[in-house]
Structures are given as structure tokens and as C-alpha cells.
Nanobody, 126 residues
């Protein structure tokens, strides 16, 4: 049974930084993709950044240059370093994992992910 647990959310002023963590248990795919998504009230869930087992990382244009996705050494931990945060980054952030390899173009689409965490709230005040 795969479980994803996020942590690290909180409240920060604009321009500040936060680091989110996602710990995966029971996730043993050799070809995979893990990603961060976010969803603000009244808006659709959007992909923020995704890393595949090939090591390639795809970012949404809105976070490029500000957010960084990394993995722990055992590949069972996913991180999202968020710098220069903006009020529009306020959302619930979710960790997601696929049940196999994903093509480059599909990595930021939520429908391709099988496993999801419960989310952690990030609030950025102006």
C-alpha cells in the first residue's frame, strides 16, 4: 500500500521561502514520476514540478526559477523548495506519484498520477 505524507507548509510573507517534504512508503516502482501539485480555492489543481526516474524535472512556467524539486537519496522523499513566494502561490500543495513512467509532456497533468498525499497548506501574505 502506497502512502504519501506531506509536511512543511505554513504561513509566510511575500518574498519568503518554505520547503515542503513528501515521504513515500510502499512505493517501489523502478520507473516512476513524482510531482507537486497545488490547488487554490475555486481553482483547478495545477502541476508545479515533477521529477521522473530519468532525473529530468519539469516545472510550471509560473514557478520556474523560484521553485526547485529534489529527491532524497533513497528516492522515497520528495522536496519542494519555494523561494520568492508570492500571494498567488497560496494553495494546498499535494505530493503525487505515478504507477509507472510518464512522458515529458504528461508530467504536470494530475490525471496521470495514481497516488496522492493529503496535502499541506501554504499561505503567502502580501
Amino acid at each position: 500500500q502506497v502512502q504519501l505524507v506531506e509536511s512543511g507548509g505554513g504561513s509566510v510573507q511575500a518574498g519568503g521561502s518554505l520547503r515542503l517534504s513528501c515521504t513515500a512508503s510502499g512505493y517501489t516502482y523502478s520507473s516512476y514520476c513524482m510531482a507537486w501539485f497545488r490547488q487554490a480555492p475555486g481553482k483547478e489543481r495545477e502541476g508545479v514540478g515533477a521529477i521522473g526516474s530519468d532525473g529530468d524535472i519539469k516545472y510550471a512556467d509560473s514557478v520556474l526559477g523560484r521553485f526547485t524539486v529534489t529527491q532524497g537519496n533513497a528516492n522515497n522523499t520528495l522536496y519542494l523548495q519555494m523561494n520568492r513566494l508570492k500571494p498567488e502561490d497560496t494553495a494546498m500543495y499535494f505530493c503525487a506519484a505515478s504507477s509507472g513512467r510518464l512522458s515529458w509532456w504528461s508530467r504536470l497533468f494530475s490525471g496521470y498520477y495514481t497516488y496522492w498525499g493529503q496535502g499541506t497548506q501554504v499561505t503567502v501574505s502580501s
